[in-house]
C-alpha cells in the first residue's frame, strides 16, 4: 500500500487479536511499529515479529499514562504519523446482572482510551500537519449485541467521537476512520465461546461466509485506511463482519 513504507505507527491493545495483526500488517508495509499493551510480555511478542519495532506498556484508560507511551515511542521510532486504538474489553452478561464496576471498565477502556489515545496523538499531528487514525469500534456499536449492552453504547460512541473529530482535524491534512470488525477469533472470541459454545455457534452461522473474520483480514483494512490509498477518506466507518451486516 502507498505512503506507509518508513512511517511510524503507534498501536494499542497490541499484545494479542486484532491489535497485533494490525501492529504485524503494518510493519509488512514497511511501517515502524510501538506495540503498546498494559500487557507488556504480549506487547515485546508482537515487536519481535516486526522488523524495526518497540514495545510500551500502558493503562489508555489515563491520558498521562497514554502520553507517556507517545513520548516513548517517539523516542525510539521518531514523530507518529499513525495511530491505531484497538484495546478493548468486555464481560458478555446481561445488562440486568451487570455492575457499575463493569460498566466503569467497559466505558474506560473502549470509549475513554479512544478519545485518549486520540488526545495525546494529535497535537504532534496538527504541528506536523499530517496523520492517519484508524479507531477500532464492532458491529455491536452500529446494531447492537444481546449480553454486550455497556459494551455496544461504548463501540457507539467511538464512531459519534470519530466522525465528530475526523470533522475538526480535516483542515490540518489528519483523516480519522473507523474500523467495525464482526465475531473475530481472538482470544477474547475463544474465551467466550468456550464459555458458551451455543452462542458461537450462532453467531458462525449467522454470518454469510460462515466462519469469523481472521485478525489479519481485519489488520488488511486498518492498514488500507492508514494508507495513502485511503488519503481522501475521513470520517467513515467500514465492517469487516463476512456480511453479517450490510450498510
Not at 23 to 31: H, K, N
Request: charged share 25%; aromatic share 4%.
Amino acid at each position: 500500500m502507498r505512503g506507509l513504507e518508513g512511517r511510524v505507527a503507534l498501536v494499542t491493545g497490541a499484545a494479542s487479536g486484532i491489535g497485533r495483526a494490525a501492529a504485524i500488517r503494518l510493519g509488512e508495509e514497511g511501517c515502524r511499529v510501538a506495540a503498546v499493551d498494559l500487557n507488556l510480555e504480549g506487547a515485546r511478542e508482537t515487536a519481535d515479529r516486526i522488523e524495526r519495532a518497540c514495545a510500551v506498556q500502558a493503562d489508555v484508560s489515563y491520558l498521562a499514562a497514554v502520553r507517556e507511551a507517545v513520548a516513548a515511542a517517539e523516542r525510539e521510532l521518531g514523530s507518529l504519523d499513525v495511530l491505531v486504538s484497538c484495546a478493548g474489553w468486555d464481560r458478555v452478561e446481561p445488562f440486568v446482572s451487570s455492575t457499575e464496576e463493569t460498566w466503569d471498565r467497559v466505558i474506560a477502556i473502549n470509549l475513554k482510551g479512544v478519545i485518549a489515545c486520540t488526545r495525546a496523538v494529535l497535537d504532534g499531528m496538527i504541528e506536523r500537519r499530517s496523520g492517519a487514525i484508524v479507531n477500532i469500534s464492532s458491529d455491536a456499536g452500529r446494531v447492537g449485541s444481546s449480553g454486550e449492552v455497556v459494551y455496544s453504547g461504548a463501540k457507539a460512541g467511538i464512531i459519534g467521537f470519530s466522525k465528530a473529530v475526523a470533522r475538526e482535524v480535516a483542515r490540518h491534512g489528519i483523516r480519522v476512520n473507523v474500523v467495525c470488525p464482526g465475531p473475530t477469533d481472538t482470544p477474547m472470541m475463544a474465551d467466550m465461546r468456550a464459555a458458551n459454545p451455543r452462542l458461537g455457534e450462532a453467531l458462525v452461522r449467522a454470518i454469510p461466509f460462515g466462519r469469523l473474520a481472521r485478525p489479519e483480514e481485519v489488520g488488511a483494512a486498518v492498514a488500507f485506511l492508514a494508507s495513502d490509498d485511503a488519503r481522501y477518506i475521513t470520517g467513515q466507518t467500514l465492517s469487516v463482519s463476512g456480511g453479517l451486516t450490510m450498510a
